[in-house]
Nanobody, 122 residues
Framework: VQLQASGGGLVQAGASLRLSCAAS????????MGWFRQAPGKEREFVAA????????DYVDSVKGRFTISRDNAKNTVFLQMNSLKPEDTAVYYC????????????????WGQGTLVTVSS
């Protein structure tokens, strides 16, 4: 499974961005997908996850109500809509795929995208 994340950029606080993660795998609909982020000097942390059918969704508390994860299995793509961005959202954002579990932890994840940088200025 190869994952290609895109959509990052430099925005002001309060703005929105939409991240995309395209997967090169025929069985994308069999994979649970997640977004993680890593700020400078910090550990990579969970942001959001969505199950293979889009039924189970989870977010870290700090983004609830502002971020929305979704997927389009026909296009092999998972999205992260980020609204009301804050400077503390600044990080490299990574997508991840897990065949069996909802990816809420970095532990055990085999498939990672290359990351896309989101910078939010105050």
């Amino acid at each position: 499974v190869q994952l290609q994340a895109s959509g990052g950029g430099l925005v002001q606080a309060g703005a929105s961005l939409r991240l995309s993660c395209a997967a090169s795998v025929r069985t994308f609909s069999h994979y649970n997908m997640g977004w993680f982020r890593q700020a400078p000097g910090k550990e990579r942390e969970f942001v959001a996850a969505i199950s293979w059918a889009g039924i189970n969704i989870d977010y870290v508390d700090s983004v609830k109500g502002r971020f929305t994860i979704s997927r389009d299995n026909a296009k092999n793509t998972v999205f992260l809509q980020m609204n009301s961005l804050k400077p503390e959202d600044t990080a490299v954002y990574y997508c991840a795929a897990d065949r069996y579990n909802l990816p809420r932890s970095t532990q055990g994840i085999v498939y990672w995208g290359q990351g896309t940088l989101v910078t939010v200025s105050s």
